[in-house]
């Protein structure tokens, strides 16, 4: 349904030149949304689909093991839609205390990421309210170090941001003035929390996603946090027991369609063409998630089978160093030992049975602080991160 504009222009004078900022009308939209039999279905398939993705846990002996490796792959799609260039295995070797070799300013934009989003998920189980305050929270970690430090990490913008071109007067968009950013962000959040109606779970997330990406309250950091935005509301309502579903790989794919339909959101109210393309994202990915997650069961199972016909000793502690590398992929020698508190004779023998079977490599040839690549198993985490690099 097409309706009128949906927010208000207002003229800005800035870098010594004038610009037409847009203030968003406060959601939900009015009219309602037509809901027709199409995008209907469309919603009970993604609603569905997302209950078939939150009862995964069923299947997993230890989510958290997946969980270390998925929090990570989107760490890492979220942040080549910014630009970067590091890749997940970049990541996890930073992660082993910055190895060198890799993009250390890259691969630092991505670990604020993994720290943001961490930070989000922990304040939400403490029973914190998805709000203003925990929005600033977590943008002051994500911007904490490196690229985007100077950009007044957890507050608000003071001054004028744009979209595209290189300053407002050729910017493909330019999000409200920064005197309005704290009234269209409250009212987002009145929205979040049911004001002035209640609205489905579902299509919260959708709707508010708009409305960050429209208001962009920070001078940095708002397309991270803006993605984030919907699977922290789908974590804090229940709708995902564990925080699975990272909508970036289908954004980044689909890039210039995305960009299309938020504009004709702002421009013409055509909510409905954004609500199926949101829904179809929902079904893509989650659908995706299983599929990633049934291939790293098979792949763990398989590798345990291994394990346990072709060794004849030493086989609990091997199966042991093997769970250990499920949790992290990549991993030193020292890592082992203090995770699984076995001797380091002990490891070393078990990662040497590991590397004869070839379940695992090595990637380094030196005496000391040797680094073991789980291979396969970073491969299958990695699927849609290699298409971007």
Same mark, same amino acid.
């Given at each position: 349904?097409k309706r009128?504009?949906?927010? /208000?222009?207002?003229?800005?004078?800035t %870098?010594? @030149?004038?610009?037409q900022?847009?203030?968003?009308?406060?959601l939900?939209?009015?009219p309602?949304i037509? *809901?027709?039999?199409?995008l209907?279905?469309?919603?009970d398939?993604?609603? $569905?689909? &997302?209950?078939r993705?939150?009862s995964? /846990?069923?299947?997993?002996p230890?989510t958290?093991?997946? =969980?270390?490796m998925?929090?990570?792959?989107e760490a890492?799609l /979220?942040?080549?839609?910014?630009?970067?260039?590091s890749?997940?295995?970049?990541?996890?070797?930073?992660?082993?205390e910055e190895?060198?070799?890799?993009?250390?300013?890259?691969?630092?934009?991505? /670990?604020?990421?993994?720290?943001?989003?961490?930070?989000?998920?922990?304040?939400?189980? @403490?029973?914190? #309210?998805l709000?203003?305050r925990?929005?600033?929270?977590?943008h002051?970690v994500l911007?904490n170090?490196?690229r985007?430090?100077?950009?007044?990490p957890?507050?608000?913008?003071r001054?004028?941001? *744009?979209?595209g071109?290189t300053?407002p !007067?050729? +910017?493909a968009?330019v999000?409200p003035p920064?005197?309005?950013v704290?009234?269209?962000?409250?009212?987002?959040?009145l929205f979040?929390?049911?004001? #002035?109606?209640?609205?489905?779970? =579902?299509?919260?997330?959708?709707?508010?996603?708009?409305?960050? @990406?429209?208001?962009?309250?920070?001078l940095?950091?708002?397309g991270r946090?803006?993605?984030?935005l919907?699977t922290?509301? &789908?974590?804090?309502?229940?709708?995902l027991?564990?925080?699975? =579903?990272y909508?970036?790989?289908y954004?980044?794919?689909?890039r210039?369609?995305?960009?299309?339909?938020?504009?004709?959101?702002?421009?013409?109210g055509?909510?409905? +063409?954004w609500?199926d393309?949101?829904?179809?994202a929902v079904?893509?990915? +989650?659908t995706? +998630?299983l599929?990633?997650v049934?291939?790293l069961?098979?792949?763990?199972?398989?590798d345990?089978?291994?394990?346990?016909g072709? $060794?004849?000793?030493?086989?609990?502690s091997t199966l042991?160093?093997?769970?250990? &590398?499920?949790?992290r #992929?990549i991993?030193?020698?020292?890592w082992l030992v203090?995770?699984?508190g076995?001797s380091p004779?002990?490891?070393n023998?078990? $990662?040497?049975q590991?590397?004869?079977? !070839?379940?695992?490599?090595e990637?380094?040839?030196?005496?000391?602080?040797?680094?073991?690549?789980?291979g396969?198993? %970073?491969?299958?985490?990695?699927?849609g991160?290699?298409?971007?690099?």
């Amino acid at each position: 349904m097409k309706r009128e504009l949906q927010g /208000s222009y207002v003229t800005i004078s800035t %870098v010594g @030149e004038k610009a037409q900022a847009f203030v968003p009308r406060p959601l939900p939209p009015h009219p309602a949304i037509e *809901w027709t039999p199409a995008l209907h279905s469309k919603f009970d398939q993604a609603l $569905l689909s &997302l209950g078939r993705l939150s009862s995964i /846990s069923t299947l997993l002996p230890d989510t958290s093991l997946l =969980l270390y490796m998925y929090i990570r792959k989107e760490a890492v799609l /979220s942040s080549m839609i910014e630009g970067t260039q590091s890749s997940l295995s970049d990541l996890l070797l930073f992660e082993l205390e910055e190895q060198p070799g890799v993009p250390l300013e890259d691969v630092r934009f991505v /670990s604020n990421y993994v720290a943001a989003l961490e930070h989000g998920l922990r304040r939400l189980e @403490e029973g914190f #309210p998805l709000s203003l305050r925990l929005f600033k929270e977590i943008h002051g970690v994500l911007l904490n170090k490196g690229r985007g430090s100077s950009q007044t990490p957890g507050e608000f913008r003071r001054t004028q941001n *744009w979209i595209g071109g290189t300053r407002p !007067g050729n +910017a493909a968009f330019v999000p409200p003035p920064a005197s309005e950013v704290l009234e269209c962000m409250s009212k987002l959040e009145l929205f979040l929390n049911d004001q #002035p109606e209640p609205t489905p779970i =579902l299509l919260k997330a959708a709707l508010a996603h708009v409305q960050f @990406e429209t208001i962009h309250p920070f001078l940095d950091g708002n397309g991270r946090l803006g993605r984030l935005l919907i699977t922290l509301l &789908l974590y804090e309502q229940g709708v995902l027991r564990e925080p699975m =579903l990272y909508l970036s790989l289908y954004f980044k794919t689909h890039r210039q369609y995305y960009y299309e339909l938020l504009n004709q959101v702002r421009l013409t109210g055509e909510w409905e +063409a954004w609500l199926d393309f949101f829904a179809e994202a929902v079904i893509v990915t +989650a659908t995706q +998630a299983l599929e990633t997650v049934q291939q790293l069961l098979d792949r763990a199972n398989q590798d345990r089978n291994k394990i346990e016909g072709g $060794l004849s000793r030493a086989t609990a502690s091997t199966l042991q160093i093997h769970r250990a &590398l499920i949790e992290r #992929p990549i991993a030193t020698s020292p890592w082992l030992v203090e995770r699984t508190g076995l001797s380091p004779a002990t490891v070393n023998k078990a $990662l040497a049975q590991l590397v004869k079977l !070839g379940i695992v490599r090595e990637l380094t040839a030196q005496k000391r602080n040797r680094l073991f690549s789980y291979g396969e198993y %970073v491969e299958i985490v990695s699927q849609g991160t290699e298409l971007f690099t």
